[in-house]
């Protein structure tokens, strides 16, 4: 396979912004001068401890050690090669690729062909959805509220009846029988290959960053034997325990709102109910129950980290909605964000809401919203009798565990007076019960929690990796530090001449000495990515540390005051240079006769230094 021409790969990565690819999957916020933060995508974790510095094409974890560059996150997170991870952006920003010996560019394959697959997909549904047979999927859209602005907004189309009719048309574009089997489009049968959707109404499910990964397909037809629902399969860019249909969509306003807050939905007219009512910040599941995956996902996107954000869920009022909500109540300690849930009058659905009552009423139903642990405590109390004794024994045995599972202090002697309340019993005797229920709890082994990424700890065995946070606290360990983190960050700012001087003596921590070679040996500083390049030089186990000193946020108030105290670092690391080199001299001296022609060399040498250090030591 040809391969793109180096220039190419460093044009490319030069005019890609690094903080808007990753914002398109994590909320990021400031994190000091030229940095941002937010949940690593890489590993669960509850506080941000995932930084990107976009003046350099940097990120890094301070959590589990990732980094890279725009291309290995691509490559990480879409699972494509450093080609596709290329060509993708290349395509982003309109720039044509050129490849070495002349080559052509290259059949995309694996993951880039899905992609492509799907995409045509949504055009040739789409255009279905035009034609005369179409007309029972219009009318049921109408039905529902659903305009053809609606329609368009969503990308809904429509997979005509018959077996190959789309396999036809999309071999007709040069996909291949193998590609469509691979994105779930066509299924195989004893009679061979055809369509999976078929006399149906199709949503295109997109991820976070828009690119359709699979389909849903409702069923029109009285003599469709298949499920009301089917979704594409897994495939190896559809995983349906982390996708969740309308984020796309609802991802900016999720990451704006104040307080940030994300709707839970059940189904794909209820998305796009509340996106037309108002609640653009409305996402479902596809197909599964809302899940640990789905968590990780809105988490990225919602920089649940303060505990100010809101998750609402809205379930259907019947018994299947009901226990939907309590699965979902499950999983709650895994959100930072306050949890609620919200049922509609009647048990409406978001979009028969919306069809009965209008627009207003759908945006009310989030007023309606009352928290998750009240709604569970709610939903045990309401299999009991609470007329008689027996009944409200029975319900706090069964209520009090959830009230022992709240994690704030602060709230849970609330919710053990709400539950005394509903109950109609004593306080104390409530309280000794979620005690005892909470005691019960920690006999029982705790959930655990999902690893961290495989090169988190295993840099090198047996020896503990070197972070910012393990440095000793001393003067001389703070200005090596210092320089180092100034040139990675802003070396290319600042005088080159006084920033190689400063980098060519040894340091005294090993660590920052391994880290000096690596960026002492870069010599062309002022080219973009060069710092990067610095750090994947450094020998393990000490790349991370370099990392870190590239991405921490640098003690200054903005850029101007950051370039300068870099500038003042290195001055300052020349002076320790020269009088570590006076001292020697000094010593030096003692050893050789002063008339001889080396004493007057070291005489000379010393007087050099003397100015020298003056000169610095003013400027």
């Known amino acids: 396979m040809p391969r793109i021409r180096q220039s190419d790969v460093d044009e490319v990565k030069s005019r890609t912004n690094i903080g808007d690819i990753i914002a398109e999957r994590v909320a990021l916020k400031s994190a000091g001068v030229g940095s941002l933060k937010g949940l690593c995508p890489f590993h669960d974790e509850k506080s941000p401890s995932f930084h990107v510095r976009p003046q350099v094409g940097f990120y890094h974890c301070f959590g589990c050690g990732e980094s890279g560059d725009v291309y290995s996150f691509l490559r990480a997170m879409d699972h494509v090669s450093f080609t596709e991870a290329v060509e993708r952006l290349a395509g982003r920003i309109g720039y044509t690729l050129h490849y070495e010996d002349g080559g052509a560019a290259p059949e995309n394959s694996g993951r880039s062909r899905l992609y492509a697959a799907n995409s045509a997909a949504v055009e040739y549904f789409r255009a279905q959805l035009l034609t005369p047979e179409a007309e029972t999927a219009r009318r049921f859209l109408g039905e529902r509220g659903f305009d053809a602005g609606a329609a368009a907004h969503f990308g809904v189309g429509y997979a005509p ?82 996708v969740l249909y309308g984020l796309d969509l609802a991802k900016r306003d999720i990451s704006r709102g104040d307080p940030r807050r994300v709707v839970v939905v059940e189904g794909y007219t209820d998305v796009m109910a509340c996106h037309l009512a108002g609640v653009t910040t409305a996402i479902a599941t596809c197909g599964t129950a809302f899940g640990a995956e789905h968590i990780k996902v809105l988490r990225r996107v919602m920089g649940d980290d303060s505990g100010a954000g809101e998750v609402v869920f809205t379930f259907d009022g019947d018994e299947a909605g009901q226990k939907a909500a309590l699965r979902a109540f499950t999983e709650d300690d895994r959100f930072n964000a306050q949890t609620f849930v919200a049922v509609a009058p009647d048990g409406l659905d978001p979009c028969d809401l919306r069809l009965q009552r209008g627009d207003a009423a759908v945006r009310a139903l989030m007023d309606t919203k009352v928290p998750m642990f009240e709604f569970a405590i709610d939903r045990k109390l309401s299999g009991f009798d609470l007329a008689t004794v027996e009944g409200q024994v029975g319900a706090l045995r069964a209520a009090a565990p959830i009230v022992a599972e709240i994690r704030d202090q602060l709230l849970r002697p609330g919710y053990e007076r709400v539950l005394a309340r509903r109950l109609g019993m004593n306080p104390t005797e409530v309280s000794a019960e979620v005690k ?60 080159q001449e006084m920033l190689t001087r400063a980098l060519e003596a040894p340091f005294r921590h090993p660590a920052l000495e391994t880290i000096r070679e690596a960026v002492a040996a870069v010599s062309d500083r002022t080219k973009a990515g060069w710092a990067m390049d610095a750090v994947n030089a450094v020998r393990e186990p000490y790349r991370s540390l370099a990392g870190e000193l590239l991405m921490a946020p640098f003690p200054a108030k903005d850029e101007e005051g950051a370039v300068a105290s870099t500038a003042d670092l290195t001055r300052r690391m020349i002076v320790r240079h020269l009088e570590h080199e006076k001292n020697e001299l000094l010593g030096a001296v003692q050893r050789v006769p002063a008339e001889s022609d080396g004493g007057r060399a070291l005489r000379m040498r010393l007087r050099d230094i003397d100015v020298e250090r003056q000169r610095f030591a003013e400027s």
Do not use: C
């Open 161 to 242: 009846r018959g077996w190959e009719n789309m396999m036809k048309a999309l071999t007709a574009q040069g996909f291949t029988r193998e590609e469509l089997l691979g994105a779930g489009l066509v299924s195989q049968g004893q009679r061979g290959v055809y369509d999976r959707f078929r006399g149906r109404l199709i949503w295109p499910i997109r991820d976070v960053t828009g690119q359709t990964i699979g389909f849903g397909a409702r069923k029109l037809y009285e003599d469709d034997q298949g499920p009301k629902y089917l979704n594409t399969p897994e495939t190896n860019i559809y995983k349906k325990a982390q």
């Open 436 to 495: 005892r229920a909470a005691r019960g709890a920690r006999t029982t082994p705790a959930r655990q929690e999902p690893a961290a990424a495989p090169n988190a700890e295993a840099e090198s065995p047996g020896l503990a990796p070197v972070t910012l946070a393990s440095l000793p606290r001393s003067a001389e360990v703070a200005m090596e530090r210092g320089v180092l983190m100034g040139a990675l960050q802003y070396g290319h700012q600042v005088d």
